[in-house]
């Protein structure tokens, strides 16, 4: 069955680093998606994208964050300069719309702000 | 927008025992309603949904009820086996496209052997 894979697992940055974390979404996926989990708490929707360009932001994806699809199976998240609450677990999800409105999720980028 | 509330935060049963996990929701546009299991350290996995046209949906142990008037959904475990120990999530959202959940605070399983 195919999954959403993410790279790296684990990233730990300083404080004011660029980080980008990546996302391979299922190949007939055309919505894409990052979420975000604080430890110990509940998931929460960063961005959604489609046809290359964003379609639904929340008040977390402030002008720090971007995301972007270099190729046709890559999606990345950007966090511009990285501060201490950003650490958190880091979600890419996919679905197809055309089929279902089912989001499969990836397993997740541990990101690490020291 | 949508606001989604989950009960209880924390669930402890004795294996064989029965669990409910209950949510409301907000938005009466909502007609999507997916829960995930989260295991410890791993991704948020569906283990079953249900849409607004239909008041009950069954998958072996897992069951999941909709009311649509009140505006809320359960998510019912018979049988509990120590491997469904786990945190639960719900989400409500509306269908088509680009659609975002609203994940619920979820809650914290836990099956005694």
């Known amino acids: 069955e195919p999954e959403v894979t993410q790279t790296p697992s684990h990233q730990v940055t300083q404080m004011g680093q660029e980080v980008i974390l990546r996302c391979v979404p299922i190949?007939?996926?055309?919505?894409f998606y990052w979420y975000r989990q604080i430890l110990g708490q509940k998931v929460e929707f960063l961005v959604s994208f489609y046809n290359n360009e964003i379609s639904e932001k929340s008040e977390i994806f402030d002008d720090q964050f971007s995301v972007e699809r270099p190729d046709g199976s890559n999606f990345t998240l950007k966090i511009r300069s990285t501060k201490l609450e950003d650490s958190a677990m880091y979600f890419c999800?996919?679905?197809?719309?055309?089929?279902?409105?089912?989001?499969?999720f990836g397993p997740g980028t541990r990101l690490t702000v020291l | 927008g949508e606001n989604v509330e989950q009960h209880p935060s924390t669930l402890s049963v004795q294996e064989g025992d029965s669990a409910v996990i209950k949510c409301t929701y907000s938005d009466s546009a909502s007609n999507y309603f997916p829960w995930y299991k989260q295991e410890l350290g791993k991704r948020p996995q569906l283990i079953i949904d249900?849409?607004?046209?239909?008041g009950e949906k069954k998958d072996q142990r897992i069951a999941v009820t909709l009311n649509k008037t009140a505006k809320h959904f359960s998510l019912h475990i018979t049988e509990t086996q120590p491997e469904d120990s786990a945190v639960y999530f719900c989400a409500a959202s509306a269908s088509g496209g680009s659609y975002i959940p609203t994940f619920g605070r979820g809650t914290s399983l836990i099956v005694h052997p």
């Open positions: 190949s007939n996926h055309l919505y």
């Open positions: 249900i849409r607004s046209n239909v």
């Open positions: 999800a996919s679905s197809d719309p055309l089929g279902t409105d089912t989001q499969y």
